[in-house]
């Protein structure tokens, strides 16, 4: 099943792409050799006037042929390379804003079934740098640094991504039947902590990080935490105000197990963080109206638009590794975990969560596919925009030789990508 779902949502978003090209190009009166959706072998097709209709064997892929790269009779008006450059242009670009496209009619249906998360400050912590800054709980935060936001993600994307930096905060406050508005600084500061590497609900262990004290220790996902150093847990938030109290000293933790009464014994690992004492409201809320979706669609679009390119911005200072890259493999790995972590929720829950990863997936191909890199859309556009400004065309030889090599390139990238992909799950 998880495989199954991953080729839906691969094949829906790689079929929107060429069809971007092929619609764009058939409306200009270029020919379309091939349409395809996979790579490898044919498995079936059929022609249909000039163009060949194909299924291939590996799901993910596909192809709108039109013969960029090759040499054609010039009388031939209907060739890609005898269009005008505006033409050729509008074709290239068709396919990646066909992702946008698709992106932003998700987005209506899981906005309009599921709602949209406004930048409500859900709670201030007390004595902290928000609090300092005269934050309180309830506020919406407008403005961040200047530029405004409607999504609670946005502003917590840009705290994830800069913890440190001060933050410029516009926000509204309701007071009585009053909306006032108001500006506060929250400089954040580092903090110590400790921790032994678990995620938990409640006083349940939801995850055990590898290599950590709590999985050197033998801790499982499902344990009960009752106790740590002999005092009883009686609300969950004491579990990380204890370990963070106790700080160097080594800790026993008590566990229920299946009605069992363990003791394991660890110690701690010390971290420090930069924190601001704001905790945003990550819930969503129901829409309001037609408008109200359609403008919270478009937000949910250019977030995901500015997520990937600040995730590419990461990549190139060196703040994210190759490592951290995912491909096919690794994408089908994360939708199968993400099924199986919502299917007992209902099928709604699977249904909006799927959707919501294939809004990522067609935001992200659509800017990856900008990108001015040889094989790419966007490398071809660098040089159709580069023909447009000196009004001569590049000899398409070396274009051919330019997008050849990015290609090789590219099919490298995507080995090493595979390879790690296999790495990450298996070891």
């Keep these: 099943m998880n495989i199954l779902i991953a080729i839906l949502i691969f094949s829906a978003i790689i079929i929107i792409h060429e ?18 959706l996979g790579l490898g072998p ?3 097709g059929f022609k249909r006037g000039e163009t060949e209709y ?3 064997l590996l799901p993910f892929g596909g192809a709108c042929v039109m013969g960029e790269d090759d040499q054609f009779d010039q009388k031939d008006e209907k060739l890609f390379n005898n269009k005008s450059v505006w033409v050729r242009m509008a074709v290239v670009f068709a396919g990646p804003f066909f992702n946008f496209i698709l992106a932003f009619v998700l987005a209506l249906i899981v906005i309009g079934v599921a ?19 005269g934050l309180k709980d309830g506020d919406l935060i407008k403005r961040l640094n200047g530029r405004k936001v409607a999504l609670s993600r946005e ?16 926000y509204e406050r309701q007071e009585g039947k009053e909306t006032v508005t108001g500006t506060a600084v929250v400089t954040p500061e580092l903090i110590k902590r400790y921790r032994i590497g678990i995620t938990y609900t409640q006083q349940e262990i939801t995850e055990v990080e590898k290599d950590s004290p709590a999985d050197g220790a033998g801790l499982l996902p499902g344990d009960q935490i009752m106790a740590i150093n002999g005092k009883t847990i009686e609300d969950p938030n004491e579990i990380s105000e204890i370990i963070n109290s106790e700080g160097d000293k080594p800790l026993t933790i008590t566990l229920e197990r299946k009605g069992e009464r363990l003791e394991r014994n660890m110690n701690t690992i010390k971290t420090s963080s930069y924190e601001n004492g704001l905790y945003l409201d990550s819930s ?3 829409r309001e109206s037609v408008f109200s979706v359609v403008k919270y669609s478009l937000y949910e679009v250019k977030y995901w638009i500015v997520t990937t390119f600040k995730s590419l911005g990461m990549l190139f200072s060196g703040n994210v590794s190759l490592n951290d890259l995912s491909g096919p493999v690794g994408i089908v790995d994360t939708i199968g975990n993400t099924y199986e972590q919502t299917r007992e929720a209902g099928w709604l829950s699977v249904v909006l969560t799927m959707l919501n990863l294939s809004i990522l997936l067609t935001a992200n191909l659509g800017v990856m596919n900008l990108l001015p890199i040889p094989a790419l859309d966007g490398g071809r556009l660098l040089f159709l925009v580069i023909e447009a400004i000196r009004g001569k065309r590049i000899s398409p030889q070396k274009e051919g030789l330019v997008h050849m090599i990015g290609y090789v390139l590219l099919l490298g990238l995507m080995v090493v990508v595979m390879v790690n992909d296999v790495r990450k799950i298996f070891f």
Aim: charged share 20%; glycine share 4%; no cysteine.
């Design 19 to 36: 069809l971007g090209h092929f619609l764009v190009a058939k409306w200009n009166h270029v020919r379309v050799y091939e349409f395809s």
């Design 42 to 44: 044919k498995l079936v």
């Design 115 to 133: 709602g949209y998360d406004l930048p409500t400050i859900r709670q201030v912590q007390e004595g902290s740098p928000a609090a300092e800054a």
């Design 284 to 286: 969503y809320r129901t």
């Design 54 to 56: 194909s299924l291939n």
């Design 155 to 170: 502003v917590s994307l840009d705290m994830m991504l800069a913890p440190q930096e001060p933050l410029e905060i516009t």
